[in-house]
């Protein structure tokens, strides 16, 4: 039996006080609705050209995703209206709650579960798993993500989503966003647990996941919209493609 663990559980108990406020746009979680939107279509895009997917109404039908760290299910919930069969997982009960509440009054089939990938007990493989904002609130990121790669399957892709460990990403995505806009509550991150993209893509060469691309992600104060963007110096999102 697996005993190593991957859960943090001074980060569970932080996102499980402020749970019951996942849906609120105007809430804790206004960061993320504001994010949601540049996150959905990328997904959705690359998932379609990688797959060579048809533009349809659901152009993900039939595509096995499991989002880890799924929260009040702010992503399973535009993947699943896409078509997707999604299956979402997050080591806090309380989330968990939430995300099962919001999908049956949406009459949504969404399988939520309180796991880690680790401890997750399934003989299914997925075609896509989302990572996002999530590893740099894990305890120990190697270990996580050779879990995450095992439940993937082979040709199928993984996205990681999170902060570049630059001077820059701690003005803007701890002093900015926590002290200064108060976007988030401060704590929420920790700067010595962001990941460089070439830290991140040499951890996934070791679980035989190829990066596939890698791009910035930017907000812009005047327009109030995140975008995508060549600059990777404090948010990034990358593609990897398992072999």
């Known amino acids: 039996m697996n005993t190593l ?51 349809s109404k659901s152009p993900l039908k039939n595509i ?23 299956t979402g997982i997050d080591a806090s009960e309380k989330n968990i709650k939430v995300a099962k509440l919001h999908s049956k009054k949406n009459n949504l089939k969404i399988r939520y579960l309180c796991s880690s990938p680790e401890k997750l007990e399934t003989n299914e493989k997925f075609d896509v798993i989302l990572n996002m904002e999530i590893v740099e609130h894990v305890n120990d990121v190697d270990f996580f993500l050779g879990s995450c790669g095992k439940l993937l399957k082979k040709n199928g892709i993984m996205f990681v989503a999170t902060l570049n460990k630059t001077l ?12 200064v806009l108060r976007w988030l509550p401060i704590g929420t991150h920790e700067w010595e647990k962001f990941l460089k993209p070439e830290e991140l893509i040499s951890l996934q060469k070791k679980n035989n996941l190829n990066l596939d691309k890698v791009d910035g992600m930017k907000f812009n104060i005047l327009t109030d919209q995140w975008s995508i963007s060549e600059d990777k110096s404090v948010n990034y999102i990358a593609k990897f493609i398992k072999n």
């Open 168 to 179: 820059k990403s701690y003005i803007f995505g701890i002093i900015g966003a926590e002290y």
């Open 5 to 55: 663990n991957t859960i943090n559980s001074k980060e569970i108990e932080k996102f499980s006080k402020i749970a019951e406020e996942w849906w609120d746009p105007e809430g804790k979680f206004k960061p993320l609705h504001k994010f949601n939107p540049i996150r959905i279509s990328y997904i959705k895009e690359n998932i379609i050209e990688t797959f060579k997917l048809k533009k």
């Open 64 to 86: 096995k995703i499991l989002d880890i760290g799924c929260g009040g299910g702010l992503l399973s919930e535009p993947m699943c209206r896409l078509g997707a069969d999604v």
